[in-house]
């Protein structure tokens, strides 16, 4: 007989809803644009998508995948940029050596 309960799981650094230290804080909505390195990684997530080389989910995986301390430690678009390095070095189009 299959077992129906719920699975549960530790909160990912990215699942913040139930966090208390997050409740009832004001919310700072950003609507400026993004500055020129946040255009410049977002140009490169694009093109990659268009190559089929990255995937929305791929890039969502990599960002949620970022330590804790590390997650809260960078920007938006910083975020993207590790997730998209990550998968890169992932999938052998780059080598962590040509990063450096």
Do not use: N
Request: one cysteine or more; charged letters at 30%; aromatic letters at 6%.
């Amino acid at each position: 007989m299959p077992d129906d309960t719920p699975a549960t799981h530790a909160p990912a650094t990215h699942d913040l809803g139930g966090s208390s230290h997050f409740r009832c804080t004001p919310i700072d909505p950003d609507d400026s644009p993004p500055d020129a390195f946040g255009r410049r990684v977002d140009a490169v997530r694009q093109l990659l998508a268009q190559k089929k080389m990255m995937t929305v989910d791929e890039l969502r995986r990599g960002i949620e995948s970022i330590p804790e301390e590390e997650y809260h430690a960078l920007g938006y678009y910083e975020r993207w940029l590790r997730a998209i390095t990550k998968l890169m070095i992932e999938k052998g189009v780059i080598t962590a050596e040509e990063l450096r």
